[in-house]
Structure formats: structure tokens, C-alpha cells
């Protein structure tokens, strides 16, 4: 079964610290995987994209890791300010006969407190 | 403003009752998705567009829900006989359909509440 899987579902941080958001798949044939960061009452918002043969990369203070080996990625945060309140949904997709699915996780929810 | 837009942004109806919603898409982008979201859940696909033909449909879109997107431009979705249950934020995304790199681009979401 396709499914993607986030952890924690929530987690609270002090403004300024690092975090570490994990997402693991069995979506299969993999195509590649985004982050999303969804604020409140908002659509989603694209951060980071990763395709099979790529292993880290970066957007600002954002740093998503993938292995596809193990169907794992990662979203580390870096110095966290208060604007990074949000839910982060890890989106994977899977190549079909008629194009591309899209299977989300139910997202982690971070609240930066100062 | 170039990007997803969606309106209403806000619909509060009684149960029973039939609501359309409208998506503009990017202007460029060929594929356009219908997805719901609930309080604390990730969107759930519904259904989606290649031009005007609508692809594939979820089994969530229950025969109270019909999309369409006739020019292959714009879309609506329209939920007929309103059930408590459909309250939930309606998002709509757009892409190019680009076969490795296809980045969705979402629009601010409809918010249904059925009174």
C-alpha cells in the first residue's frame, strides 16, 4: 500500500533552535519528494524537491535529506524564528501509466515560541 | 497576481443545500487537482484535470461531488445535498505535468462549514 508517514505530529521549539522533521514512504515506483509548508488557513507551499538520485538539499534555512534506500527523507530546520510556525507535509509521488499521483503524509505541526 | 486563486474563500451553508467552488489555475499549467483537507490531516486527493479531461477521480468524491473544466482553463466543484461531514477546506493545485520535477502550486483553499 502507498502511504507516507510524518513524524512527530506536532512539536514545540524555542525561537533560534534546530529541528528535525522525518518522513518515510513505501510509495512505489518513487518519482520524487517535496516538502510543503502550510500555514494556517492557507494553501501549501512548495520548499524543497528530491528526485531518486538526490541525497540533500537546501532552500534558506531548510535542509531535506532523502534516502531512497530506506524510504526515508528529512526536513531540518536551522535557526527557527517564529515565522516558521507552520505544518510541514511531506508530499511523495509515484509515477503512473497516465501521469503522476501524489500521496501526502498528514503533516508535522512546529510551533516556534520565543 | 500569476498564481492559484479560488473563490469563495469562505462558504458556510445548511445541510442540504448545493455549493460550487471555482479554481483559476496558472495560466500555463496544463493539470489541475481537486484535493479536501481536514483539521489536522494532510489534503486527500480528489480528483484531477489534463486540459478539460478529468483523469482520475478518488473514491472520496462521492456522487454528490462533480468537478468539471470544460475549457480546460478554470474549475468547479460543485457538492450537491451538503452533509455536515463535507465541512473541511476544499484545495485546489495546478502543475505542468512535467514528468520528473512536477511541483504543484496551491491555491489559498475554500473553507466549507455546513451548518
Known amino acids: 500500500k502507498n502511504q507516507v508517514e510524518q513524524s512527530p505530529q506536532s512539536l514545540i521549539i524555542l525561537e533560534g533552535k534546530n529541528c528535525t522533521l522525518q518522513?518515510?514512504?513505501?510509495?512505489?515506483?518513487?518519482?520524487?519528494l517535496r516538502w510543503y509548508k502550510q500555514d494556517t488557513g492557507r494553501g501549501p507551499v512548495s520548499l524543497t524537491i528530491?528526485?531518486?538520485?538526490?541525497n540533500t538539499k537546501s532552500n534558506g534555512r531548510y535542509t531535506a535529506t532523502l534516502d531512497a534506500d530506506t524510504k526515508q527523507s528529512s526536513l531540518h530546520i536551522t535557526a527557527s524564528q517564529l515565522s516558521d510556525s507552520a505544518s510541514y507535509i511531506c508530499?511523495?509521488?509515484?509515477?503512473?501509466?497516465?501521469?503522476?499521483?501524489?500521496?501526502f503524509g498528514t503533516g508535522t505541526s512546529l510551533t516556534v515560541i520565543p | 497576481d500569476t498564481g492559484v486563486s479560488q473563490d469563495p474563500r469562505h462558504k458556510i451553508t445548511k445541510r442540504g443545500q448545493n455549493v460550487t467552488f471555482r479554481c483559476d489555475p496558472i495560466?500555463?499549467?496544463?493539470?489541475l487537482y481537486w484535493y479536501r483537507q481536514t483539521l489536522g490531516q494532510g489534503p486527500e486527493f480528489l480528483t484531477y484535470?489534463?486540459?478539460?479531461?478529468?483523469?482520475?477521480k478518488s473514491r472520496l468524491l462521492s456522487d454528490r461531488f462533480s468537478a468539471e473544466r470544460p475549457k480546460g482553463s478554470f474549475s468547479t466543484l460543485e457538492i450537491q445535498r451538503t452533509e455536515q461531514g463535507d465541512s473541511a477546506m476544499y484545495l485546489c493545485?495546478?502543475?505542468?505535468?512535467?514528468?520528473?520535477?512536477?511541483?504543484?502550486?496551491f491555491g489559498p483553499g475554500t473553507r466549507l462549514t455546513v451548518l
Open positions: 484535470f489534463q486540459n478539460e479531461a478529468q483523469l482520475e
Open positions: 495560466s500555463e499549467h496544463n493539470r
Open positions: 508530499v511523495v509521488t509515484r509515477k503512473t501509466a497516465t501521469g503522476n499521483q501524489f500521496y
Open positions: 528530491m528526485t531518486f538520485s538526490e
Open positions: 493545485a495546478s502543475s505542468r505535468n512535467l514528468v520528473v520535477s512536477d511541483t504543484q502550486y
Open positions: 518522513c518515510n514512504y513505501t510509495v512505489s515506483p518513487f518519482s520524487n
